[in-house]
């Protein structure tokens, strides 16, 4: 899955709890809403900070950007967590400062492969891992 195609996916499925999502879906979306908090930070920035006149409106509406890719995000993470063969539940971990070790380590790994309780693997994977061919 590329980076058009994981955002599209995304909010295709935005309040979607159901299914799996693949690693890359989930690396690709949080890389998509960095971008959009980097590029709000910048409009901070070049407006003039906290006494321009143009500060507040720049600021409310990166509020509501990141309000509405909330739960999307949200979404994406517990069906990652569902592609590792865990209950979404899992995701109240970000509420403690450790609990956030273990939710990457299980972002970064590779879902369980076929299908398991939560539904069919993403990648359309099978029991046999595919060969890995690298070309000099």
Not at 5 to 18: E, G, H, K, L, P
Not at 22 to 27: L, V
Request: proline content about 4%; hydrophobic content about 50%; some cysteine.
């Amino acid at each position: 899955m590329n980076f058009t195609q994981a955002i599209t996916s995304n909010f295709r499925r935005y309040v979607d709890f159901n299914g799996r999502s693949a690693r890359s879906e989930f690396w690709w979306w949080a890389l998509f809403t960095f971008l959009i908090g980097c590029v709000f930070a910048l409009l901070e920035i070049i407006v003039g900070g906290p006494t321009s006149s143009m500060y507040g409106p720049v600021v409310g509406l990166s509020y509501l950007v990141d309000l509405g890719l909330f739960l999307p995000g949200l979404a994406v993470a517990i069906r990652r967590l569902h592609d590792t063969n865990r209950s979404g539940w899992w995701y109240l971990l970000v509420l403690t400062i450790v609990g956030i070790i273990p939710l990457i380590i299980w972002y970064a790994t590779r879902g369980t492969v076929g299908d398991n309780q939560y539904g069919a693997d993403p990648l359309g994977g099978s029991a046999v891992p595919a060969q890995t061919t690298w070309a000099a």
